[in-house]
């Protein structure tokens, strides 16, 4: 069973994903910020994806991309993000060498976001 | 007094039909340090003077064929000659005498036989006294210029803080409106997520389905609306080329120029200007507003009419108009037409406007509009023209 960490700082958000995500059969662990997402990948948990949002309060999204990096970890990751410029977004996070496997846009379709789920599970 | 110290020099006409009289204001004069010149009679006075404009003309007033008052009268009509000041020299010393000597314009009246050092005096001082009058001409005609350039600067300064005020607004706006759109995202999120969560179990059907998916489908409206909204607030700029606008605005008009004629009845006429130019831009970004200017100028011809595409250049500038023949706008519609989410369809998404206003400033152009109610509006574009660069 694929082990999947949903980052959001909204928890009814946090809570439709993890609904979806468990529906689906998945095992989710949460995270309510940047900082406690930073705190599960040092943990050494093993992670299967991430699902994280760009904007957080203190600790953002590439904040938690930037550690994961540093951490070597290459735990596939899906971006959910609000309505950004997605020419920009792709560039900014290449140029960081964060580049997630997907984007999707908020309000996402949950069972687009199950099928890029699927799909980028190693 | 001070003023005695400047000594004041002049060139003076004496006209007088005695001869001993000229001789003797003539040593009077030169003795002064003045140049003199002389007639010795009235019409040689003013042939006299269409070769050699004197500071001054003293002149005597009893004289055979035209007399001095006549002389003062004809030098007066002429605009050329009027405001050299004339003093008269007469024997004449009645009070009538001295106040027609007066009305016919002379500035003075000295009585014959007369003091040398008087005339001498008289003379300097109303040599100066035209001089500063002429200093005070010059004076007021720079005043004035300087007073229409004030004017003009003002207008400018007026036009520029407009602009720089519809530019901050926009631009606070824009910032305003970006951070609504991030912070709604959220709450469409969570409808439309659980929305989406009860319609993947098994329970919901028929009628309760139905609503839900209306709930899923109005998040999919709300978030394309703050995807456009978000492209107002930030329209971003993609790769800047070199253009040749009048294919430019061809590909565009390409596309809408049948539909015009066959649904609305407008017809394009184009007046490019044959001076070969580029502009240096984000193509696609302003030939949307080229799309948006023309479909404007359509909506504004209900009944048909003509759309009239220029391009010229002035200076370092392209001028692109679309002149329409349709309904104008009033000073109101004017006034509102970039704001944000302003229109007057009822179905218009009022974003047209502020988009277009924005990407060309992004350009460092000007988007301007000319109106008249029941005649129609010219929108013009102004862009700066491309200078060639190596590759």
New interface residues.
Partial sequence: MAKILVVDD?E??RK??V??LM?AGYEVIQASGGAEAIEVLKSGVHLDMMVTDM?MPTVTGIDVLKAKKDLNDLTPVIILT????E??DYTELNRLGLGAQDIL???????LFLDAVKNKLV | MVMTSEVIQGDILVVDDSLANLELLMAVLMDGGHQVFTANSGSRALDAIKTRLPDLILLDIGMPDIDGYEVCRRLKADPAVKNIPVIFLSAFGDIKDKQKGFEVGGVDYVTKPFIPDEVLFRVQAHIKLNRMRVQLQQQTVELMSSKGQLERSIVELKSSHKALVQSEKLASLGRLIAEIAHEVNNPLMIISGNAQLCLMTEEVTGEVKNTLDIVVDECKRAKGILNRVLRFARPSKGEIKQVNPQLSIEAVVGILEKQFILNNNIHIVRHYTSEPCFINVDEPQVQEVFMNLLNNAKEAMLDGGTITITTFIEGKLLNISFADTGSGMTEDVMQKMFEPFFTTKENGGGIGLGICYAIIKDHNGELKFESAVGKGTVATIVLPVGTISNG
Avoid: A
């Fill in positions: 909204e009814m958000i439709i994903l609904r979806v529906k904007k609000g309505v950004l410029n020419q920009q846009y908020k309000p996402i379709d949950l069972l």
